[in-house]
């Protein structure tokens, strides 16, 4: 098993900055990616970003490309999210993921077997 505990998430401007943390722990050796998704209010839970967790090998939603970096620690079991120059549209629960699974399916969450509780992100205008 692999828990996730996600943090960082707030109330920021249009066009703020906030990173968001994933601690991993328990069986992390099992990880072979992980990854951020979304969830605003009456939508359904969407794709942020994903890595892979030995080769750093990253995947974006074009939503958020050019504006999120993913990166992660394998020493520190962590794993970040960078989101600049925030919009509105960017306000959700956001949650990190972990999946054992090598799939070329990364976008949906149901490849991921591992969630962490999800940290609130408000962007106001």
């Known amino acids: 098993q692999v828990q996730l505990v996600d943090s960082g998430g707030g109330l920021v401007q249009a066009g703020g900055s906030l990173r968001l943390s994933c601690a991993a722990s328990?069986?992390?050796?099992?990880?072979?990616?992980m990854g951020w998704f979304r969830q605003a209010p009456g939508k359904e839970r969407e794709f942020v970003a994903a890595i892979t967790w030995n080769g750093g090998t990253t995947v974006y939603a074009n939503s958020v490309e050019g504006r999120f970096t993913i990166s992660r620690d394998n020493a520190k079991n962590m794993m970040y999210l960078q989101m600049n120059s925030l919009k509105p549209e960017d306000t959700a629960v956001y949650y990190c993921?972990?999946?054992?699974?090598?799939?070329?399916?990364?976008?949906?969450?149901?490849?991921?077997?591992?969630w962490g509780p999800g940290t609130q992100v408000t962007v106001s205008s």
């Open positions: 993921a972990a999946s054992s699974m090598i799939t070329v399916l990364v976008i949906r969450p149901n490849t991921y077997e591992y």
């Open positions: 328990g069986r992390t050796v099992s990880i072979y990616r």
